[in-house]
């Protein structure tokens, strides 16, 4: 995790994630984007690539990546404890505290007798 933390944490390797999104690109390809030196590109390449971010494919001379985005998931599982929910997901937790309340509420206490048991009551 701590090393896509800080793949991601470069705001060029991040728009290289995202180029990479829509598909494969060759080096020549990600560095046309950007206004820095291409060596430049290929080591913010190479950060992604150990992160296990992108992948790199070798085609006769071109180096092809491509994003693999399965190492997102411990991360994206780590920093959702800090996400509120929201819209539909906040509605149905408000539901679920008022169904408890409810029947919280609902509950007989045990001082109280049911309507059945004070008919027994009379009778004996």
Do not use: C
């Not at 180029?19 to 030196?37: K, M, P, Q, Y």
């Not at 509420?105 to 008919?119: F, L, M």
Request: aromatic share 6%.
């Amino acid at each position: 995790m701590d090393d896509v933390a800080g793949a991601i944490a470069d705001p060029v390797r991040r728009e290289i994630l995202v180029l990479l999104r829509d598909g494969r690109l060759s080096a020549g390809e990600v560095a046309e984007h950007f206004a820095i030196s291409r060596p430049a590109v290929s080591r913010h390449l190479r950060v992604l690539r150990q992160s296990g971010l992108v992948r790199a494919e070798l085609a006769g001379r071109q180096r092809f990546y491509t994003l693999d985005p399965e190492p997102f998931g411990e991360l994206v599982g780590w920093l959702a404890q800090f996400a509120r929910p929201a819209g539909w997901e906040h509605r149905l937790d408000a539901l679920e505290t008022e169904v408890y309340r409810t029947r919280r509420e609902r509950r007989p206490s045990p001082d109280v007798k049911a309507p059945q048991d004070i008919g027994e009551e009379n009778t004996a």
